[in-house]
């Protein structure tokens, strides 16, 4: 029994951090099993400040919803064979590099994940690549899509977007 108390302690320890980390970093919505944390949100609100600084109000559930669409997106295109990799994440932060508009603007976009790169790549650049893969990767050039679901795009989207689980809490 002697042994044990050393390892029963540990993971008491460890549960202690982890309560810890949850009510400083609380989950505020899930995507298919995925947690959407309030550092996601308020990392995506200080983006839409730049972008939006006139509307600076409320924007923490615009960006709650935009995080939980471009996760709702994401989970849609892999239940379809179209996984958005690390890879195709990180192609894409070098598309958005290479040809923004506003460097001084993406400047601060960065400047608002610091070098939390996975956190860059989750809550600011899948949202940008998911909207353009779901529509013009996906849905116009599918095989499997029939010319009369083209004709009805925000029909075919509600009723894939109705079949992913999501839970704000």
């Not at 958005?84 to 994440?89: F, P, S």
């Not at 192609?91 to 610091?114: M, S, Y």
Request: glycine share 2%.
């Amino acid at each position: 029994m002697l042994f044990f108390r050393p390892a029963i302690a540990a993971v008491g320890t460890l549960a202690a951090l982890l309560s810890a980390c949850q009510l400083f970093n609380p989950v505020l919505a899930t995507v298919a099993g995925e947690p959407i944390t309030r550092r996601d949100v308020e990392r995506r609100e200080a983006v839409n400040r730049i972008y939006y600084p006139e509307y600076s109000k409320d924007l923490k559930n615009t960006s709650l919803q935009q995080l939980v669409n471009a996760r709702v997106l994401q989970e849609i295109l892999e239940s379809h064979g179209r996984p958005v990799t690390d890879e195709l994440l990180r192609q894409e932060a070098l598309r958005i590099d290479r040809d923004t508009r506003k460097p001084d603007l993406l400047a601060q976009v960065k400047a608002v994940f610091g070098a939390d790169e996975p956190a860059y790549l989750r809550n600011y650049v899948l949202p940008v690549i998911v909207e353009r893969l779901i529509y013009y990767e996906f849905f116009l050039k599918d095989p499997r899509i029939d010319a009369k679901t083209r004709a009805n795009y925000p029909g075919w989207l509600a009723a894939e977007k109705a079949k992913v689980p999501v839970t704000i809490r």
